[in-house]
C-alpha cells in the first residue's frame, strides 16, 4: 500500500528544546495503533524557521501547517487529520495582526517575503536520508561539475554568480576559489568553517542539522575546483546534533560513491573529516581555524600569506562557510545567471538572517538581499513584542553595530550596512525594544569579546579588558566625562591597531552605540539614579520572554 | 552500491521520487490537479479508506507527480458516500458520489488524464458555496 500522508515534524534544535521527539514518537505509536503505518508515515526534518511556534507539524500533501504542537496533540492530528480529513482547528497558526487563522505555510506573513535558497531542504526532507535529497535533486551539481564541467568552468560559475562570503566578510567565493586554484601545489584543502561563534546565530546549525547533504556536495564541488582531495568541516562540539547528522550524512555519501575514490566515474577522489572545535569565538577566523585544525592554540596569524596560498599544513586551503556552500549546488544546476537575478547591484543572491530578541516571530529567515531591516523585523518579524516601541536592532553580532530606527528602510546588503556603520556579519539580527539600555547592550558585548579575545596581540587582549571596565564604571553610575573621551580613543585605538577581525570589529558595538545613543551614556555620567532600562544580558531576556507565553 | 554516472543519479532519484512526491517544494502549484476525499464516519464505513488508498495507488502507478489525494471531511452528502472532488487547474470542480475503489481507475484514467468528467458518477451540487 502506498503512503498517502507525510507528517512532517521539525526535528530541528529548537522544536527538540519544546519536545518535538515526543510528538514524533506519540504520532509513530497512535498511527501504529490504529492501523495506518502504511498510509501515513511521520517525517523528522530540519528546522521550519518559525521557531517562535514550535513544534512544527505539516501535513503533506494536505498542505496544512500546524504550531506549538504537544505530544498530546499528536492524537487529534492522527484521530482527525489523518484519519477523518478533519484539520484540527485548534493548531492552525493564527495571525495576531487580524486575528485570522492561516493554515498554509505560503500564506503565512513569516514566509510570504522569504525566499530560500541555502534553506531549500529545511523543512521539506528527512536530513538523515540521502535518497530523499538526491529525490529533491540532490547531487546532481556535483555530477554536472564532474561529468560536464571544467575546473574552471565551476570557478568562473561561481565567480560570475556573484555570491559572497556568508560568514560575514563577504569576500566573493568565486576569486577565493580562483587564488586557491592557481596555486602551485599538489595537495590543496578546502574546509568548511561551522564555527558559528556570535550570540544568537543559528545559521549554519539550522543548514547542517536540516540539509547536510548540500555541504558536503558543495565542498565536493569546491574541492574539485580548487584541486583537493581533502575537505575538513570545522564544527563546535557544542552542536551535537549537527555532527550527528553530518556523520550519517558522510557515511550515506560513501555508501553511495558520493564521497570516496573517482566520483561519478571521474578521476576525481574527495572525501571529508570532521574537525571539532571547543567553542572559541576566534576561531571563527579562518587562520586561527586553520592553527586549530593542527592542533595548535586557536590564534590567527598574519595575513599575507593567506590560507589560499599557504593554510594547513602550510598548503592551500580554501576557507568557506555553512551558508556560502549551501548556495553552491543551486548555482551550478541553476546557473549563476540564475543566482545573480536575486538581490542587488553588488550583493547578489539570499541571506539567511537568525531574528531573535524583542520580535514577535522568532526564528530563522532566509529574504532577498536588498530587503529592508522594515520588511524583516515588521512583516516577517510580526512588529515587537508586547505592544513596545522598537529602538535597534544588532546585526553582525558582537562584531557589528546598532541599526536605530531612521535606517529602517536601508536596502540589505554587505555594502549598505557598513556605510551605517555596522556589517553584514554571519546573520544575527536581535532585535531591542524601548525598554533595553544601550549602554549595558554595548557593554553585554564588549563582555563577550574580552572573554574571547585569544590574548596574541596586545590592543584587543588589554584594550577590550579597558573598555569592558570604563563601561562597568559607567553602568555603576560612577563615570565621568574623562571615562567616555577614553572609552571612545580605546576604541578606535583597537580598531585600527588589533590583529584579526575579532579585534578589529569587537569596539563597533561601543562605537555606534556612543553615535546613536549618546544620551543614554550621558544619563549615566550625570544622574545616578537613572538607568533607562535593563538590558545586562541578552539572554537574561531572552528567556524572561520564552516563559512570557 | 555505487553511483558512476549521471544516469545511475538520476535513476536512483526516480526510484526514489515516490517517497517525496506528497511533498511541495517551490511555489509552483499553478498545474496541481487535486482530488478531494470525503473521509467523515460516514465516507470511512462506505469504504472511503479503500477508495483512498486506491487512489493513491493508481496516480502512483501512472506516475501523475501533479496529482495530489488530499482527505476532507463531510459535505452533507452521506447517502451517497464515498464522496470524490476532482479540482482540475481552471476548471470547474467535479463531485463524485459513491465512489467505491472499483471506480476509481475510471476517474483517473477518463477524467484526470482524459479531461472528460465520468458523467454517471456525477452528483449534482445544489447549494452555494461562499
New interface residues.
Given amino acids: 500500500?502506498?503512503?498517502?500522508?507525510?507528517i512532517?515534524v521539525c526535528g530541528g534544535t529548537g522544536c527538540l528544546a519544546s519536545e518535538s521527539d515526543k510528538v514524533i514518537k506519540n504520532l509513530e505509536l497512535i498511527i501504529k495503533a490504529r492501523g495506518y503505518e502504511n498510509?501515513a508515515r511521520v517525517i523528522r526534518t530540519g528546522c521550519f524557521g518559525f521557531c517562535e511556534k514550535g513544534p512544527i507539524v505539516k501535513i503533506?500533501?494536505?498542505?496544512v501547517f500546524y504550531v506549538m504542537v504537544g505530544p498530546k496533540d499528536a492524537k487529534d492530528i492522527v484521530d482527525e487529520?489523518?484519519?477523518?480529513?478533519?484539520t484540527v482547528d485548534r493548531l492552525l497558526y493564527r495571525e495576531p495582526k487580524a486575528n485570522e487563522i492561516i493554515n498554509r505555510q505560503?500564506d503565512m506573513p513569516f514566509y510570504k517575503k522569504q525566499l530560500r535558497v541555502a534553506l531549500?531542504n529545511c523543512g521539506?526532507?528527512n536530513p538523515e536520508?540521502i535518497?530523499?535529497y538526491?529525490?529533491?535533486?540532490g547531487?546532481?551539481a556535483l555530477?554536472?561539475a564532474l561529468?560536464s564541467m571544467t575546473r574552471d568552468q565551476v570557478v568562473d560559475e561561481v565567480k560570475r554568480s556573484g555570491l559572497r562570503g556568508r560568514g560575514g566578510g563577504g569576500f566573493p567565493t568565486g576569486i577565493k576559489w580562483e587564488v586557491t586554484k592557481k596555486q602551485d601545489d599538489n595537495e590543496k584543502f578546502i574546509i568548511c568553517n561551522a564555527d558559528e561563534g556570535d550570540p544568537g546565530a543559528f545559521m549554519d546549525r539550522s543548514i547542517l542539522e536540516g540539509d547536510p547533504h548540500s555541504v558536503i556536495e558543495a565542498m565536493a564541488i569546491g574541492g574539485y575546483a580548487i584541486g583537493a582531495s581533502k575537505g575538513i568541516i570545522y564544527i563546535r562540539a557544542e552542536y551535537p546534533l549537527a555532527i550527528s547528522r553530518l556523520n550519517t550524512a558522510l557515511n550515506q555519501a560513501r555508501?553511495?560513491?558520493?564521497l570516496?575514490k573517482?566520483i561519478?566515474?571521474s578521476d576525481f577522489s574527495f572525501d571529508i573529516n570532521i574537525k571539532y572545535g571547543a567553542g572559541a569565538f576566534v576561531c571563527g577566523e579562518e587562520t586561527a581555524l586553520i592553527n586549530s585544525c593542527t592542533g595548535k592554540r586557536g590564534e590567527p596569524n598574519y595575513k599575507p600569506p593567506y590560507p589560499a596560498e599557504k593554510g594547513y599544513w602550510g598548503h592551500p586551503t580554501c576557507v568557506n562557510n555553512v551558508e556560502t556552500f549551501a548556495n553552491i549546488p543551486q548555482i551550478i544546476t541553476r546557473g549563476a545567471d540564475w543566482f545573480a537575478s536575486i538581490g542587488t547591484e553588488k550583493s547578489k543572491g539570499t541571506k539567511v538572517f537568525a531574528l531573535a530578541g524583542k520580535v514577535k516571530n522568532v526564528g530563522l529567515v532566509e529574504v532577498p538581499m536588498g530587503i529592508t531591516f522594515r520588511e524583516i523585523i515588521f512583516d516577517i518579524g510580526g512588529g515587537i513584542q508586547g505592544g513596545r516601541k522598537f529602538k535597534a536592532v544588532q546585526t553582525g553580532g558582537p562584531s557589528g553595530g546598532v541599526i536605530t530606527e531612521q535606517y529602517l528602510d536601508t536596502p540589505i546588503d554587505y555594502d549598505s550596512l557598513i556605510s551605517i556603520g555596522s556589517m553584514m556579519g554571519s546573520g544575527g539580527m536581535i532585535v531591542m525594544d524601548e525598554t533595553d539600555n544601550m549602554v549595558k547592550i554595548a557593554k553585554f558585548y564588549l563582555e563577550f569579546t574580552m572573554d574571547e579575545s585569544c590574548g596574541r596581540c596586545t590592543p584587543c587582549r588589554i584594550g577590550t579588558k579597558r573598555m569592558y571596565e570604563i563601561l562597568d564604571k559607567i553602568t555603576s553610575g560612577k563615570g565621568t566625562m574623562a571615562d567616555i573621551d577614553a572609552l571612545k580613543q580605546l576604541a578606535y585605538m583597537v580598531k585600527g591597531s588589533s590583529l584579526c577581525g575579532l579585534g578589529q570589529t569587537a569596539p563597533n558595538p561601543v562605537i555606534s552605540t556612543l553615535k546613536h545613543f549618546w544620551e543614554e551614556y550621558m544619563a549615566f555620567i550625570k544622574d545616578v539614579d537613572n538607568p533607562r532600562g535593563e538590558g545586562r544580558h541578552i539572554a537574561k531576556n531572552k528567556i524572561k520572554f520564552a516563559t512570557e507565553k | 552500491m555505487s553511483i558512476k554516472s549521471m544516469d545511475e543519479l538520476r535513476k536512483i532519484r526516480e526510484e526514489h521520487q515516490n517517497k517525496v512526491n506528497l511533498r511541495q517544494s517551490g511555489n509552483n502549484q499553478e498545474d496541481r490537479i487535486e482530488i478531494l476525499i470525503g473521509m467523515a464516519t460516514c465516507g470511512i464505513s462506505s469504504g472511503a479508506r479503500e477508495t483512498l488508498n486506491a487512489f493513491v495507488e493508481e496516480i502512483g502507478k501512472q506516475g501523475l507527480n501533479n496529482a495530489k489525494v488530499i482527505t476532507v471531511g463531510c459535505i452533507g452528502y452521506c447517502h451517497s458516500e464515498p464522496t470524490v472532488q476532482v479540482n482540475m487547474p481552471g476548471q470547474k470542480p467535479v463531485l463524485y458520489g459513491t465512489v467505491k475503489k472499483d471506480k476509481v481507475p475510471d476517474i483517473v484514467n477518463k477524467h484526470i488524464i482524459g479531461g472528460q468528467p465520468v458523467e454517471n458518477l456525477i452528483l449534482k451540487v445544489d447549494f452555494e458555496r461562499a
Fill in positions: 500500500m502506498a503512503t498517502r500522508s507525510n512532517l498510509e503533506e500533501p494536505d498542505n487529520h489523518i484519519i477523518k480529513g478533519r505560503e531549500r521539506l526532507i536520508d535518497l530523499e538526491i529525490a529533491f535533486g547531487y546532481e555530477g554536472k561529468t555508501e553511495q560513491g558520493l570516496g573517482n561519478f566515474g
